[in-house]
Structure formats: C-alpha cells, structure tokens
C-alpha cells in the first residue's frame, strides 16, 4: 500500500506566492490607509485654522416691510476685526436685503443685535459667511 500526499510538506519550500502577494497587499493598504489619514487630517486642520471668525444667527424678527432686526453671535480671536455678512430673502426667494457688519470689540464671543434694512418684506435671513477685516471682499 501506498500513501498518497495531498500537498507540498509544510515548512519545506518557503511561502507560497498567494501568502506573499497578501502581505505585499496589507503593506500597501496600511500605507495607503496613513497617507489617507494625513491627507484629511491636514485638510480637517487647515479649514479649522483657516476660520478666525465664524458667527452664528440666532433669530431674527421682521420689523416691518423694510427692516429685519437679527440678533448675531459672533466668535472671533479678540485682537481681530470681523466682518460678516448677511442676505435676506423674500418669499419668492429673490434677494431684497444685503450688508456687511463690522465687529471690532475686543472680546473673543461678541452678541449683538443688528438691524437689516430691506427693499421689500423679508421672510428669510442668510449668513453668508465671516471674515477678518483685511480679508473682507
């Protein structure tokens, strides 16, 4: 009688080429997964950085046809000038009031209220965005 082998005797010729490829596989995945982890780390920081003055609506009231009083908090480094921006809409969505606000207090979270003047009956406001002052456009 004779025995019938099913494979190579393990251990004797080294790791077969499928054992290679997979550690060939998992280096390049973990490499590939860090340089994927630096990359939106350094864009996650540089967006955080890069927002010295950011705000927040937190209600505003409809006066009348024309003025739209909105209460603003503000964050900002103490020692920078902001400047935000605010847009109101009309019901049909078209555009009846814009203007920049300019937020010089020397505190690091400033609450104010400012008022909006409007060609027509806002039903919307819109923060458009805040910047440092030298930055402002």
């Known amino acids: 009688m004779s025995a019938v082998r099913e494979g ?5 010729y080294g790791r077969s080429a499928d054992e290679r490829a997979d550690r060939k596989l998992k280096i390049v995945g973990a490499g590939l997964g860090a340089v994927l ?10 967006y955080v950085a890069g927002q010295r003055v950011s705000a927040e609506v937190i209600k ?3 006066v009348s046809d024309t003025e ?3 209460h603003l908090e503000v964050r ?3 020692s920078v000038t902001g400047v935000c921006t605010l847009s109101s809409q009309d019901k049909e969505h078209g555009e009846v009031g814009r203007a920049d606000y300019t937020f ?8 104010e209220v400012v008022s909006l003047r409007t060609t027509s009956r806002a039903t919307m406001i819109e923060l458009v965005g ?4 030298a930055d402002a456009r």
Do not use: N, Y
């Open 130 to 133: 805040c910047q440092p002052a």
């Open 104 to 111: 010089a207090q020397r505190e690091g979270r400033v609450d």
């Open 37 to 46: 982890l630096g990359v939106v780390g350094w864009i996650g920081w540089d």
């Open 8 to 12: 190579l005797p393990e251990g004797r």
């Open 68 to 70: 739209v009083k909105v």
């Open 60 to 62: 505003f009231q409809v």
């Open 76 to 78: 900002k480094e103490s």
